[in-house]
């Protein structure tokens, strides 16, 4: 019996174990910290054995296969003996896509996954499809694979998940943007990330469709040095003769073979430039599976966004507070200061991942009137602002964070949380900081 050890048990991993648990296999889950309740029931409840707070190499060594979480590197000294003896180490999208059919519409990008992901889920299912969602949002692929049986998956892709897929296929694959992220987990090499990302577009054929922003400058470098097989579908604001999404007197436009559509850029749901790319990829795909064009124009017009994006908290004498606490990235803090109407201050700071700070430079000198900075270690921000901003205060909470920006801002400014930065220094995660922070601003 084929033996296949998961590593890491959080919804990934314990889908992955449930899946091979039904395909018969004998499976062993191990993960360095401490499982979560629900999912140590879920394993029970499977038969399932595991091992917490700790890796037993004589019970991984011994794999036939490793169906490895996301968050996990392969600089982890268990992996790197994993791949010394050539055991097979992938993903748990990798695996799930075996033991399925449905149509898999998988979505990439630095900035705008989780919005894209939400919304073409948000078409599909309104246009009545039998559709589920997974990947970074929603229950682990797996998992909805062993237990339920959808048509098509929306599939939400880090480039960590698509780092442990080989032969796996995106019928419909959106690659948003590239701009540099988690340059850590790549050797501090640009390439590295960038062919990570690309993988999005591997295994497929002429009958798949690359849904893509033309005019990202990555994007269009990389497509001149590749030969991508698959149907192409560009989408940008100014169009092209093979542009297929595009604006036009106010208007979005999709225009391919099967569909010619179009609705005002004033009625989308969700604001802001980098939303209309992201209702433009949305709707292209949605196209693509024929949903109806009344359909479409309905779900992009009712949206509800997605939490900790831009999103609106409260007003408290005349400041507004907005939680994008799912920033984790430069590129991601300029989409969100380019949308800013007023002036910002703005709160920035967390684990460093080797970040440049000149892309949000401009911005920063033309919006922000104050930074709060919150993280364990600032120096890196510091470096960079202190010459550029005149008020700047260090904090070591989300409370104190709140009352400081509440304090620095005049009436009409904007605090914004915005931080660059990963979570894990004072945080569980970003849903954990934005929460906090959403807490923080309603007891003001």
């Given at each position: 019996m084929k033996r296949i050890v998961i590593l890491g048990a959080g919804e990934s991993g314990t889908g992955a174990a449930v899946l091979a648990k039904k395909q018969g296999f004998e499976v062993f889950v191990s993960d360095m910290s401490e499982i979560k309740e629900e999912y140590k029931t879920l394993l029970n409840a499977n038969s399932i054995i595991w091992e917490e707070k700790k890796h037993s190499e004589n019970e991984i060594l011994n794999a036939d296969e490793v169906v490895k979480s996301p968050g996990i590197p392969d600089k982890a000294p268990i992996i790197k003996k994993l791949l010394a003896q050539n055991t097979p180490v992938i993903s748990e999208i990798e695996f799930a896509g075996r033991y399925t059919k449905a149509k898999m519409i998988c979505i990439t990008g630095s900035n705008g996954k989780t919005t894209t992901t939400m919304l073409v889920y948000h078409l599909l299912k309104n246009a009545g499809l039998n559709v589920g969602l997974a990947g970074n949002v929603g229950q682990s692929l797996a998992l909805q694979v062993a237990t339920a049986a959808f048509d098509y998956y929306v599939v939400e892709l880090s480039s960590f998940q698509l780092d442990g897929m080989t032969e796996f296929k995106a019928d419909i694959a959106i690659l948003l943007n590239i701009t540099p992220d988690h340059l850590d987990r790549y050797d501090y090499n640009f390439q590295n990330y960038v062919d990570s990302k690309f993988r999005i577009t591997q295994n497929q054929t002429e009958a798949d469709a690359f849904i893509f922003w033309e005019n990202d400058p990555i994007i269009k470098a990389e497509l001149e040095k590749r030969h991508i097989q698959s149907t192409m579908y560009p989408f940008a604001i100014e169009r092209n003769e093979k542009t297929k999404a595009f604006i036009e007197k106010d208007e979005?436009?999709?225009?391919?073979?099967?569909?010619?559509?179009?609705?005002p850029v004033s009625e989308l749901a969700i604001k802001g430039l980098h939303n209309t790319y992201n209702s433009m990829a949305a709707g292209l795909a949605a196209s693509i599976v024929n949903v109806r064009?009344?359909?479409i124009r309905q779900s992009l017009q009712d949206f509800q966004g997605v939490e900790h994006r831009l999103e609106y908290v409260a007003t408290?004498?005349?400041?507004?507070?907005?939680?994008?606490s799912k920033a984790t990235n430069v590129n991601s803090c300029w989409y969100a200061l380019q949308s800013m109407k007023t002036r910002v201050v703005l709160i920035l700071g967390g684990t460093d991942k080797g970040n440049d700070y000149t892309e949000i430079e401009e911005l920063v000198k033309e919006k922000v009137s104050g930074l709060i900075l919150i993280g364990?270690?600032?120096?890196?921000l510091h470096e960079y602002f202190d010459s550029k901003i005149e008020h700047i205060i260090d904090v070591q909470s989300m409370e104190a964070a709140v009352k400081e920006a509440y304090n620095m801002a005049t009436e009409g400014e904007t605090v914004l949380l915005s931080p660059c930065c990963a979570s894990f220094d004072l945080f569980k995660n970003y849903e954990d900081r934005g929460k906090q922070f959403k807490q923080c601003v309603r007891e003001l």
């Open positions: 979005l436009i999709i225009k391919t073979l099967k569909t010619l559509f179009s609705m064009k009344e359909n408290v004498k005349n400041i507004r507070f907005i939680n994008d364990l270690d600032n120096k890196p």
